[in-house]
């Protein structure tokens, strides 16, 4: 992935998005299934509808197309970022302080790559994740990859109870 790209193209967009109360999670542009995809994940208080993916969509392929900053063809995709959302600014480390994360570094700390515990938010410009009761500290510099770990049974069956109006089992 062009890194310089997507830094340009989140950039552009961003700015887009504010004035909608919409925020942009995560910018992807990479070959997928034999054509290039540029592919946004946005996000906002009370979460995303299907509308807002399409106004979002509409209002960004218009931007692209007077701004025109990709020379190549491609795929414009606009989704919400899921319940295992990237993690990638200070603040989504703060925000979700307290929630299982699954955290991939670029070098060897500790002697291991993969981190897998619940984040306790930023100290000193570094993550802090415990892992089997050990806090960790990981310069941001360092990561790879960082997402929400929420697990799929917990979440649909809470999703469930506040439907269903209730709170027990």
């Known amino acids: 992935m062009d890194t310089d790209l997507v830094l340009s193209l989140w950039r552009l967009i961003e700015p887009v998005l504010e004035p909608e109360g919409v925020e942009l999670v995560d910018l992807e542009f990479r070959p997928e299934g034999g054509r290039r995809v540029l592919r946004l994940y946005i996000d906002r208080p009370g979460g995303i509808t299907l509308d807002d993916c399409a106004l979002i969509s509409r209002q960004v392929s218009a931007l692209l197309d007077l701004e025109d900053p990709i020379d190549q063809s491609y795929h414009l995709e606009v989704s919400s970022p899921g319940i295992n959302r990237a993690l990638k600014r200070e603040k989504d480390f703060c925000a979700f302080a307290g929630s299982p994360v699954r955290i991939k570094t670029r070098r060897k700390l500790q002697g291991r790559r993969n981190f897998q515990g619940?984040?306790?938010?930023?100290?000193?410009?570094?993550?802090?994740?415990?892992?089997?009761?050990?806090?960790?500290?990981?310069?941001?510099?360092?990561?790879?990859?960082?997402?929400?770990?929420?697990?799929?049974?917990?979440?649909?069956?809470?999703?469930?109870?506040?439907?269903?109006?209730?709170?027990?089992?």
Do not use: W, Y
């Not at 990859?145 to 809470?158: G, H, I, K, M, Y």
């Open 118 to 169: 619940i984040l306790k938010g930023m100290e000193e410009s570094m993550v802090v994740i415990e892992v089997d009761g050990t806090r960790i500290r990981i310069p941001t510099e360092d990561m790879q990859q960082a997402r929400l770990d929420l697990p799929d049974s917990e979440f649909f069956r809470d999703d469930l109870r506040r439907r269903a109006g209730t709170t027990g089992d």
